[in-house]
């Protein structure tokens, strides 16, 4: 069984810096690729980024490229850097693990976190 577990959630000024991280625990999560994923009120939960198993292949929605980087510490770590910030990236940030990418970049996984609020004010 695989529990992750996001953290560096807050609320931050427009234009500011958050950095989440999403840890793991419980089996191993060799081979696994991760994700992050966000779901802002009342809208569907839309893909943000990807990172494979090895770290050498990563893919962003469209509109965050730029702003948002994806890494990964360890087999059981990744991290969201989120910088210039607007209010409209307010929403709660999920990670997730799956032993295929596509999944990941389809938002299916056969893990998830619990999540972490990310607010942003104008």
């Known amino acids: 069984q695989v529990h992750l577990v996001e953290s560096g959630g807050g609320s931050v000024r427009t234009g500011g810096s958050l950095r989440l991280s999403c840890a793991a625990s419980g089996s191993t999560l060799s081979g696994h690729s991760m994700g992050w994923f966000r779901q802002a009120p009342g809208k569907e939960r839309e893909f943000v980024a990807a990172?494979?198993?090895?770290?050498?292949?990563e893919n962003y929605a469209e509109s965050l490229k730029g702003r948002f980087t994806i890494s990964r510490t360890n087999a059981k770590t990744t991290h969201l850097q989120m910088d210039s910030l607007k209010p409209e990236d307010t929403a709660v940030y999920y990670c997730?693990?799956?032993?295929?990418?596509?999944?990941?970049?389809?938002?299916?996984?056969?893990?998830w976190g619990q999540g972490t609020q990310v607010t942003v004010s104008s």
């Open positions: 990172i494979s198993w090895s770290g050498a292949t």
């Open positions: 997730a693990a799956d032993l295929t990418y596509l999944r990941i970049l389809r938002l299916e996984a056969d893990y």
